[in-house]
């Protein structure tokens, strides 16, 4: 009997969730979502407020504001009206968004459930096959080629046919055998591919440009992925200022550029001081040595969001996102660009 009761809240609790009718409006560049029946009312900057539809209702929208969500559960299109009482239909509610606040759909939709990627742009090397099947939470792998493999070294393992990658660090080589830093998180099968590199950008491209990216290879999986920031981290020897790049007096000559390719090239930006970098991403702060810290530089660049720059780099089959380095920066200890974004899933 207790069982049922619990049933049947949860059952009227989803009921009430649903049924209640919200007014939804703007009124300048305010956003207003009020409840005709309680009188909540929740309100912001449009810029601040998100709806975010769910993966399993093609009518069902949750209330974000400033990233947090308002409500904890979500609203039926068919218990929203507009500022004149009509209720809304998919189609209407849909322009609202678009014209009302600003969102992207597609971008909003797939940040709630989709896979994570978090990797660093890496400059492949050696390219070969897996010779062993892996299990997950196995560290070791066997490959069928370990020429130029060292410790340190930046490894992707692709499989096509089952649309998963690896990223991790080989902390050991001994023959063909290669242990990572990070356990595998799939069952990759003998001949998956794997690339291998580095990821430490201190190179020098000042005669022949040094391009680092994503996929990096041919061989990459199909799956399409939107990149919503990258964050950069620098470690010098000397002190920086805006006028440096890093700790190198003066600046570069020629500039990092940041870059989409995608059957087309498209330049993002070029960056030749630190005061740049600042200029185009703001998040960013010289790291003076004070104590036992580390001088260098830290920055985070942020496409995603209705308070940066509106966007995400959307990266389908056969597209990269490229750092190219065109100046001698082999006094800098350290310089990488680490990369997040999710899994676009339809």
């Known amino acids: ?125 050696e390219e070969t096959l897996l010779t062993n099947t892996v299990a997950i939470n196995d560290y070791d792998i066997v490959v069928d080629d370990p020429t130029g493999l060292v410790i340190g070294e930046y490894l992707s393992i692709f499989n096509v046919a089952a649309n998963r990658f690896y990223v991790g660090s080989a902390v050991n080589v001994v023959g063909s055998t290669i242990t990572m830093d990070t356990p595998m998180d799939f069952a990759f099968p003998s001949g998956s591919f794997v690339t291998s590199g580095q990821r430490n950008m201190n190179v020098n491209g000042s005669v022949t440009p040094v391009i680092f990216g994503v996929r990096n290879t041919d061989e990459a999986i199909g799956a399409t992925f939107d990149i919503t920031r990258i964050i950069f981290k620098c470690y010098t020897t000397g002190t920086n200022d805006l006028s440096k790049f890093g700790d190198i007096a003066g600046g570069l000559t020629n500039g990092i550029v940041l870059r989409k390719v995608d059957g087309e090239f498209r330049n993002i930006f070029n960056a030749k001081t630190n005061g740049d970098l600042k200029n185009i991403m703001f998040d960013f702060d010289i790291e003076p040595a004070q104590g036992s810290a580390q001088d260098g530089f830290t920055g985070r660049l942020t496409f995603a969001g209705q308070n940066k720059i509106g966007v995400t780099v959307r990266l389908m089959p056969g597209e990269d996102l490229q750092m190219i380095i065109q100046d001698d920066l082999t006094t800098l200890i350290l310089f990488n660009v680490l990369l997040e974004g999710h899994e676009v899933i339809d």
Do not use: C
């Not at 940040?111 to 742009?121: E, G, N, R, T």
């Open 1 to 125: 009997m207790r069982n049922i009761k619990i049933t049947l809240l949860l059952l009227l609790l989803t009921f009430t969730t649903y049924s209640q009718d919200w007014k939804i409006y703007k009124s300048g560049n305010y956003t207003y979502i009020e409840n005709l029946v309680d009188g909540q009312l929740i309100e912001g900057g449009s810029s601040t407020i998100e709806f975010r539809k769910l993966l399993s209702s093609d009518t069902a929208y949750r209330i974000f504001k400033d990233g947090v969500d308002q409500l904890n559960f979500a609203i039926d299109v068919t218990d929203m009206q507009d500022v004149n009482g009509i209720t809304f239909t998919i189609s209407t509610f849909e322009d609202f968004k678009e014209v009302k606040t600003g969102l992207s759909q597609d971008i909003n939709i797939q940040d709630q459930h989709s896979p994570v990627i978090v990797a660093y742009f890496s400059l492949v090397e």
